[in-house]
C-alpha cells in the first residue's frame, strides 16, 4: 500500500482484499463504508473473507484501482505525511480516480482556480486569498483582493516547488511553495480546510511542472522528469553561524536545504532568506569538516561544522552531536554528487 516492504502486514482489507501495514490499516478504518479492516493473526476469519484475499490480493487490486494513474501524481510512501497517505487511500478506493480520467479534471486540467488561506508576510496572519494556476500562462498568481485586477505575486511554473510542511506550519493541511524571484528562493504558506482540495492543488501543481517539463525537455522519459516535479527539503533545523570575517559572535538561525542552496532565516515561516550558501561538488573543491577552526570564538553550541568553498569558509554549530551528524552526512550527500550543466547556472 504505502512501500513499506521492511514488515510484514498484519493487517488486511477483507473487503477490499489488500495486505496492509499497521499504519495504513489506521487510515483505512477511515473509510469503513469502503474498507473494513483484520487482523491477520488475531482476528477469526469468515471463509468467505479468505477466499476473497485469495481471489484478490494486492497486484490485482492494484491493476484494478490504479490502472489509469496519471505519471505526474503523487505516490506517497510510508514516510509522507497522514494527508498525502490517506488521501491517496481515498482516491483509488473511495473516489475510484484511478479507473475514470474525467475523476482527474480537478489537477489534470492545466487550469485550477480556488481561494486558499496564506499567511501574511509581515503579521502572521492567514487570510482567504484567490490562486490562479494556470499552464497557458506558465505561473501560479494569488491576488490580494477578490476583485483585484493585479496579481499580488506571479509565481513561474519554471522554479515552483510545493512541499507538505503540516507540523512547520502548524496546519494537518499545511503547504510551503517556493519559487525564485531574482534568483532568490521566496516561500509562502498556505493551507485549506478541505484535504482533498489541498492534496488536488498539490498535484495540479505537479501536473504543470511535468507539462512544463515535457516541453523543456522533449527527449526525456516520464522516469526521468517525475524526480523534478516537486521535491523534499533534504534537512531542516536551526543552527548558529557566524559571518565572513568569522569575528562576530554566532546567531541562531533557521537552515532549509533545498539541493544545492543553503538558505538560512530568523524564523522558519520567514518570507525571504537572509542568505543563500552554494553548496558545490568535491570536484570544485567543496568539502565539509567536522569541527570549527581552533581560533574560533563567539559559539553558543559546540557541535561545529565547516564548510569550504573555493571562495571562503562557512561556520556553523549544531545543538546536538545528532543534528551535526545529520547536517554533515546531507552536505556529504550534495557534495559528492557531481553537478549537472545547468546547476553552474543557479551558482550565485
Request: aromatic share 14%.
Given at each position: ?42 482476528e477469526i476469519w469468515d471463509t468467505s473473507e479468505v477466499e476473497l484475499m485469495a ?218 532568506a537572509r542568505g543563500e550558501v552554494f553548496i558545490g561538488s568535491k570536484e570544485n ?37 545528532a543534528e551535526q551528524r545529520d547536517w554533515i552526512a546531507a552536505f556529504q550527500r ?15
Open positions: 500500500e504505502c512501500g513499506e516492504r521492511n514488515k510484514k502486514p498484519d493487517w488486511a482489507s477483507v473487503t477490499l482484499g489488500v495486505f496492509v501495514c499497521q499504519g495504513c490499516s489506521l487510515l483505512h478504518r477511515g473509510i469503513p463504508h469502503i474498507s473494513r479492516v483484520k487482523s491477520v493473526q488475531q481471489a484478490m490480493g494486492n497486484e490485482p487490486a492494484k491493476a484494478k484501482y490504479e490502472q489509469k494513474v496519471p505519471a505526474f501524481y503523487y505516490r506517497p510512501k510510508h514516510t509522507d505525511c497522514k494527508l498525502l497517505r490517506e488521501q491517496w487511500i481515498r482516491a483509488r478506493y473511495e473516489r475510484n480516480e484511478f479507473e475514470f480520467i474525467e475523476k482527474q479534471e480537478p489537477y489534470s486540467a492545466g487550469y485550477r482556480e480556488g481561494f486558499l488561506w496564506k499567511r501574511g508576510r509581515d503579521n502572521g496572519q492567514f487570510l482567504s486569498r484567490k490562486f490562479i494556476l494556470s499552464e497557458r500562462e506558465g505561473a501560479l498568481k494569488y491576488f490580494n483582493k477578490q476583485d483585484a485586477r493585479d496579481p499580488k505575486a506571479v509565481m513561474k511554473i519554471e522554479t515552483l516547488n510545493a512541499t507538505f510542511q503540516p507540523a512547520k506550519i502548524g496546519n494537518p493541511y499545511g503547504l510551503q511553495i517556493t519559487y525564485l524571484r531574482d534568483n532568490s528562493t521566496r516561500n509562502i504558506f498556505v493551507y485549506h480546510s478541505d484535504s482533498k482540495e489541498m492534496v488536488d492543488w498539490f498535484n495540479a501543481i505537479r501536473a504543470a511542472r511535468f507539462h512544463y517539463l515535457q516541453v523543456a525537455f522533449p527527449g526525456a522519459s516520464d522516469e526521468e522528469l517525475v524526480p523534478k516535479l516537486t521535491r523534499s527539503f533534504m534537512k531542516e533545523g536551526f543552527m548558529e553561524k557566524t559571518g565572513p570575517k568569522h569575528t562576530e559572535g554566532f546567531k541562531k538561525r533557521w537552515f532549509t536545504m533545498d539541493d544545492r542552496r543553503l538558505m538560512y532565516f530568523k524564523d522558519p515561516l520567514d518570507a525571504y573543491s567543496y568539502t565539509v569538516l567536522p569541527g570549527l577552526p581552533p581560533s574560533t570564538q563567539g559559539y553558543h553550541w559546540n557541535h561545529g561544522i565547516t564548510i569550504v568553498t573555493p571562495d571562503r569558509k562557512f561556520l556553523f554549530a549544531c545543538e546536538t552531536e550534495v557534495i559528492n554528487r557531481p553537478m549537472r550543466p545547468q546547476e553552474y547556472a543557479g551558482k550565485s
